[in-house]
């Protein structure tokens, strides 16, 4: 995965942050989504179209309309990214105070 189709790198843009995290509470169509934000349907349609790229959303044809919801793959893949960090952080912080109660 590149870096422009990171879901990290994706989720930076707080449009497609808020659109996201609206498909999290329930899958939704465009001109739903396109409710109460500040960019046209047509831009939602673009951000949607990113967020697929990365990989974070799915769409299903429901009639004339696609619905779109998170992946849930492509959100297990995020939090394993996070779960790493968090504990290469862990395991760090545990050396430092291992270290330091040694230096005592």
């Avoid at 297990?76 to 504990?87: G, H, M, Q, S």
Wanted: proline share 6%; aromatic share 6%; no cysteine.
């Amino acid at each position: 995965m590149t870096y422009a189709k990171s879901g990290w790198a994706v989720l930076a843009d707080p449009t497609r942050r808020t659109i996201f995290e609206r498909l999290a509470e329930q899958p939704s169509p465009v001109g739903e989504l396109a409710t109460d934000l500040p960019v046209s349907r047509p831009a939602v349609s673009q951000h949607l179209k990113v967020l697929k790229d990365a990989g974070l959303v799915i769409d299903i044809r429901a009639g004339k309309q696609r619905i779109y919801q998170v992946d849930p793959e492509g959100l297990a893949a995020l939090r394993t990214e996070l779960d790493r960090f968090w504990n290469k952080t862990l395991a760090a912080y545990k050396s430092v105070v291992e270290q330091s109660a040694r230096e005592i």
